[in-house]
Nanobody, 123 residues
Framework: QLQLVESGGGWVQPGDSLRLSCAAS????????VAWFRQVPGKEREGVSC????????TYLDSVKGRFTISRDAAKSTVYLQMNNLKPEDSAVYYC????????????????WGQGTGVTISS
């Protein structure tokens, strides 16, 4: 059974960068689309970015385009989210999720989830 573990969150100042990692175990990510979501208290989980199983298509939330980059390392069965020029409104718990041959922004369509990693941007 696929298990996902996120890492790389933390506290940084506005304008700084972080790289989140989503490592898979129990199965490879070879046939999975993988997405990053984020959630703040009281708000619905929001799709941030998604990468298809082939890596050929990557989608982004409008507010992170040009600042965030999603990538995947097949050998390590890991997906990354490089976040640059971070803003306070990027603060959230970030989750990675995976689904067979699917990529999208609706959290309801993903069946495998990590436990989340917290990101706080504040001066």
């Amino acid at each position: 059974q696929l298990q996902l573990v996120e890492s790389g969150g933390g506290w940084v100042q506005p304008g700084d960068s972080l790289r989140l990692s989503c490592a898979a175990s129990g199965s490879t990510l070879e046939y999975y689309g993988v997405a990053w979501f984020r959630q703040v208290p009281g708000k619905e989980r929001e799709g941030v970015s998604c990468i298809t199983s082939s890596g050929g298509t990557r989608t982004y939330l409008d507010s992170v385009k040009g600042r965030f980059t999603i990538s995947r390392d097949a050998a390590k069965s890991t997906v990354y989210l490089q976040m640059n020029n971070l803003k306070p409104e990027d603060s959230a718990v970030y989750y990675c999720a995976a689904e067979h041959f699917f990529c999208g922004s609706d959290w309801r369509t993903f069946s495998s989830w990590g436990q989340g990693t917290g990101v706080t941007i504040s001066s």
